[in-house]
């Protein structure tokens, strides 16, 4: 009898074990009703072999993978998305971004929305301040709204949000963060206008204390992000 290692197996077990392990669990997902959800699925299993064949993990990696996972699931809450920084820091909210982006020039970029969309903004009218503290260095944004025409749009959502001053949005430090504040949902004027005052925002690390802190220190990567005012524009019947 042989006892099992945590060493992996090289020479002893041939890609064509690989190919057939493969190949089985293709196969079991070859019934699923939904053809989206069978491409999705088998394309996962596919690309998640090849990602194994590839680094060939030892089985206390392995645990330490599903450990990490856990980890950040579990440092999900109703404040904060742990899975939505790690898709963040592996540049897949930003593919995703790009593979959905519209393809007409004129159409301003779409980015990611980011861990801090999680409460609703308050409706605030034109030329209101979505600063409720007062702190910090005073700003005006103006801006319009178009369709990818160029033909203003009028009554259209913008949703905003922003950190402060010191890098903190109102849900970080909800005990000295009035909730709200640097938030706000206007509504553009006839002429497709929008206009609110807030403050400079600074720029802020996103959370290190979580299990994705821990893979930036892995790699030795700083946790900053510019500083920046975050951007939902939508109108009726319009694509955004
Ligand atoms: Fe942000």
């Not at 742990?82 to 963040?88: I, T």
């Not at 009218?125 to 005006?140: E, F, R």
């Not at 970080?172 to 640097?182: D, F, K, L, N, V």
């Amino acid at each position: 009898m042989t006892a099992r290692t945590t060493t992996p197996a090289t020479s002893e077990v041939s890609a064509a074990t690989y190919d057939r392990l493969l190949d089985e669990v293709l196969a079991s997902f070859e019934h699923t009703p939904d053809p989206r959800a069978r491409q999705v699925l088998q394309a996962l299993v596919r690309h998640a072999h090849a990602f194994l064949r590839e680094v060939r993990p030892t089985l206390s990696e392995w645990s330490y993978a599903v450990d990490f996972l856990t980890r950040t699931g579990q440092r999900c809450s109703d404040t904060r998305q742990e899975f939505v920084l790690l898709s963040d820091v592996l540049g897949l909210s930003m593919l995703t971004e790009a593979i959905n982006d519209s393809d007409i020039e004129a159409v301003t970029d779409s980015t990611v929305l980011g861990p801090f969309h999680m409460t609703k903004s308050p409706p605030r009218a034109l030329g209101d301040s979505i600063d409720m503290v007062g702190t910090g260095t005073p700003c005006l944004i103006t801006g319009t709204v178009t369709s990818a025409a160029g033909q203003p749009l009028a009554h259209a959502s913008v949703d905003v949000w922003q950190c402060d001053e010191n890098g903190l949005y109102d849900v970080q430090a909800p005990e000295r963060i009035p909730a709200g504040h640097g938030r706000g949902l206007f509504r553009t004027d006839a002429d497709g206008r929008f206009a609110f005052r807030t403050i400079v925002p600074s720029h802020y690390p996103i959370p290190t204390d979580g299990p994705v802190g821990e893979l930036l220190k892995t790699a030795d990567r700083h946790p900053y992000r510019p500083a920046h005012i975050h951007f939902i524009a939508a109108a009726p019947d319009t694509a955004t």
